[in-house]
């Protein structure tokens, strides 16, 4: 095993082993920043800028391939081709209102927190991201944990609340990024 190291040590071209070396070094570093002090996002969340946000999102000063302003007609025109879509999209977002997720081909699943896996009944622990075991099964599958904290399923929240208007669903996706950003401190846990 050493052999081989040195051999591939050998190999290394400068520019690799520079980079190698602050890598190690960046990781290291954010071992010691976890340990000496845990990582908070930045307080508090100013409301004023989300508000500014909307705003410009529904004024049309976007770069967005669909313009907002269109949002109505786009509805209507979506809900005539489509007379199920409004019902089909408030039963799925409906699902994870109830905590039922469906991801990876799982289908149902519910999750205790952003950290567990509920397949293997496991959870990552709250531990600096050069620290977790990724490929250790005593934390469960990673891959799961991954996927609920891409949030991909906040696209069937954001159909439902344009389809029905239940403004329910939107409130969700909020209420989810504000628990998220307290449970995942930035750049500091193994989603990063």
């Known amino acids: 095993m050493t052999a081989r190291r040195l051999n591939r040590l ?3 071209t400068f520019d690799e082993g520079r980079w190698r070396a602050r890598e190690a070094t960046r990781t290291v570093a954010d071992r010691v920043r976890f340990r000496l002090r845990r990582p908070r996002w930045p307080e508090p969340r100013d409301p004023q800028i989300a508000k500014a946000v909307a ?6 000063q976007t770069r967005c391939v669909i313009d907002p302003t ?3 007609s786009i ?7 489509w007379p199920d879509a409004a019902s089909d999209a408030a039963a799925r977002a409906d699902r994870i209102l109830n905590g039922q997720y469906d991801l990876l081909g799982y289908r ?3 999750f205790s927190d952003w950290h ?5 009944h496991r959870s990552a622990p709250r531990v600096s991201w050069a620290e977790v075991p990724y490929l250790d099964p005593a934390i469960g599958d990673h891959k799961i944990i991954w996927e609920l904290n891409r949030h991909q399923y906040w696209l069937q929240l954001a159909r439902a609340a344009w389809l029905t208007r239940d403004e329910r669903y939107a ?7 504000d628990n998220w950003l307290d449970d995942w401190p930035l750049d500091r846990i193994h989603n990063w």
């Open 10 to 12: 050998r190999r290394m």
């Open 108 to 110: 149902g699943l519910r």
């Open 70 to 72: 269109f949002a109505t």
């Open 171 to 177: 409130r969700e996706i909020v209420v989810q990024i």
């Open 116 to 120: 567990s896996d509920p397949v293997h």
């Open 55 to 60: 705003e410009r999102l529904s004024n049309g």
């Open 75 to 81: 509805r209507q025109e979506v809900l005539a081709r």
